[in-house]
């Protein structure tokens, strides 16, 4: 095997989901982000959720066209860090974002 080769090999793309082998793609996308921004974000189809920790862009991919039923051109995943305590005693937790680009055609109803 040639060095060329052995490159070729190794940049091969990972399309393999890696947590829908033990969870469901209910537990993978586990809220959707409401905010200001992400309401205005939504008239350029891109939308945010709340997903689970050990979930890549994979496992987000199909849970996304399991439950609605649409086809993500774009995911981009955001590790949230932990902002630590306020002086009201509010927690902000870490947890993980990912923001799902659609087509022009599609879109997803999210209730607010």
């Known amino acids: 095997m040639t060095f060329r080769e052995k490159l ?3 940049a091969k793309k990972n399309t393999a989901p890696k ?13 959707p982000l409401l905010t200001e921004k992400t309401h205005k974000d939504q008239e350029v189809h891109k939308y945010a959720f ?3 920790g050990d979930a890549n862009k994979n ?4 849970a996304v066209e399991y ?3 649409v086809h993500p051109l774009k995911i981009n995943i955001v590790n949230v ?3 630590g305590r306020s002086q009201r005693k509010l927690v902000r937790t870490s947890y993980k974002k990912a923001v799902i680009t659609l ?3 599609e879109n997803i109803e999210i209730g607010v």
């Open 81 to 83: 860090p932990f902002k």
């Open 50 to 52: 709340k997903v689970h």
């Open 8 to 10: 070729q090999q190794r």
């Open 103 to 105: 087509s022009d055609k």
């Open 19 to 31: 947590a829908l082998k033990t969870f469901s793609p209910y537990d993978i996308i586990l809220s």
């Open 67 to 69: 439950l609605y039923k």
């Open 59 to 62: 496992d987000i991919k199909q």
